[in-house]
Every structure is written in C-alpha cells, then in structure tokens.
Nanobody
C-alpha cells in the first residue's frame, strides 16, 4: 500500500523558514517524479514545485521561485520542500504527490493521478 505522509507545517511569522517533509512508503521515490502543491482557503490547488525521477531537474511556480527548494533523499525515501522568506500569501495546506513520470500538464493538480498525501498546514502571519 502506497502512503505519502507530509509533515513540518506550522504557524510562523513573515520572513521565517520551514522545511516540509513527505515520507513515502510502498514505493521508491527515486523511481518516481514528485510534486508539491498548495491550497489556500477558497482557492484551487496551486503548483509549487516538482522534481523529476532522475532528480536532475526541478521546477517551481512563479510565486515561489528563488525562495523554495525541492529536494529528495533517496536513502530516507523522503521528499523535502525548503521554504525561505515566507510570506502571508504562502499560507495554505501543502500536499505532496508522485507519479512514475512527470505527467503532461504537470502544472495542474489534475495531471497527478497516482498518489497524494493528506497535507500539512502552513500559516504565515504578517
């Protein structure tokens, strides 16, 4: 059974840093591409970052470029999202997802059809 479990979300102040983790079980992350999405109240799920199966390529949403970094620890079978210089607009529930390959239309949450975690809440106050 495949499980993705996010953790690391909390309430922080503007300008703070957080590192989110997505621990995988039932699959080997090095054989999959991974993505992070977030969803603010009343809004659709927004693309944050993705890393390819090889781990060599990473992609970021425009609003987080230069502040967030996606990475993967194959030994820990875990994907991370390092978030620096957090802003109130970064508030939301953060979800990790995985797919055997980077799916077509990967900027859209609907393109990731395989596995999703339950999410972890991030609140950034000004």
């Amino acid at each position: 059974q495949v499980r993705l479990v996010e953790s690391g979300g909390e309430s922080v102040q503007f300008g703070s840093s957080l590192r989110l983790s997505c621990a995988a079980s039932g699959l080997t992350v090095s054989r999959f591409s991974q993505g992070w999405f977030r969803q603010a109240p009343g809004k659709t799920r927004e693309f944050v970052a993705a890393i390819t199966r090889s781990g060599k390529l990473t992609y970021y949403g425009d609003s987080v470029k230069g502040r967030f970094t996606i990475s993967r620890d194959d030994a820990e079978n875990t994907v991370y999202l390092q978030m620096n210089n957090l802003k109130p607009e970064d508030t939301g529930v953060y979800y990790c997802t995985t797919s055997p390959v980077l799916p077509g239309g990967w900027l859209q949450a609907d393109a990731w059809k395989d596995y999703w975690g339950q999410g972890t809440q991030v609140v950034v106050s000004s």
